[in-house]
């Protein structure tokens, strides 16, 4: 059965934090998507990866295929990122069938 | 580009009354996607759609559920009888084959009573 894990489930920091947050699933993937769920409800797509690392301002997205695991990390981190980040997986070979974690629910306090 | 473009925002109905929900992708994206999120299950695929054809509607509840894309710029999704159970918030998402990015619609919510 293809699952995807993601923890923390929830997640309190104080502004300036380091923060991360993982994903691990179970079998192999042909790529790894981060979205973000606003307050509000809005999903955006943070990062796609297969391989490797990625960097976009203060978020950083990491993956390791032999491991199956994932990890975002937020510098520095703001109020402006308290949002549910969400992990999903293709299993499809890369046509974005995409399986989703549980998503980390992150509040960042002043 | 606008985005993508999903309507009504939100929608109640009474159980029993027939629902559609629709979608505009991205021009030029060739991938559309229809999502259902509740609080029990998270996000779910429902169907998707690649040039215009259904891919796979594997998760797809039951018959009651139905998706079109007669165009490249329109797709609905279709609820016909509405249950109780049926009340989350849909998503639609597109993305073309090349880029492999998924943007997303700001969602439909719907509650049936």
């Known amino acids: 059965k293809n699952e995807v894990e993601q923890s923390p489930q929830n997640l309190t920091a104080q502004e300036g934090e380091f923060i991360t947050i993982n994903c691990s699933y179970s079998?192999?993937?042909?790529?790894l998507h981060w979205l973000q769920q606003h307050p509000g409800g809005g999903i955006v797509s943070l990062f796609m990866?297969?391989?490797g690392k990625k960097k976009h301002g203060r978020l950083i997205a990491t993956i390791n295929i032999q491991e199956k695991h994932s990890s975002l990390h937020i510098t520095a981190s703001h109020p402006r990122d308290s949002a549910v980040y969400i992990c999903?997986?293709?299993?499809?070979?890369?046509?974005?069938?995409?399986?989703f974690g549980a998503g980390t629910r992150l509040a960042v306090h002043p | 580009d606008a985005g993508v473009i999903q309507s009504p925002r939100h929608e109640v109905t009474e159980m029993g009354q027939e629902v559609t929900l629709r979608c505009k992708p991205i021009?030029?994206?060739?991938?559309l996607f229809w999502y259902r999120q509740t609080m029990m299950r998270g996000l779910e695929l429902l169907i998707y759609?690649?040039?215009?054809?259904?891919?796979?509607d594997s998760g797809m509840p039951e018959d009651r559920f139905s998706a079109k894309m007669p165009n490249a710029s329109f797709s609905t999704l279709k609820i016909q009888p509405s249950e109780p159970r049926d009340s989350a918030v849909y998503f639609c998402?597109?993305?073309?084959?090349?880029?492999?990015?998924?943007?997303f619609g700001a969602g439909s919510r719907l509650t049936v009573l």
């Open positions: 079998v192999g993937i042909s790529a």
């Open positions: 999903a997986v293709d299993f499809s070979g890369g046509y974005n069938k995409l399986i």
């Open positions: 990866l297969s391989s």
């Open positions: 021009s030029g994206h060739d991938y």
């Open positions: 759609f690649n040039n215009n054809v259904p891919i796979d």
């Open positions: 998402a597109s993305s073309s084959r090349t880029g492999r990015v998924l943007t």
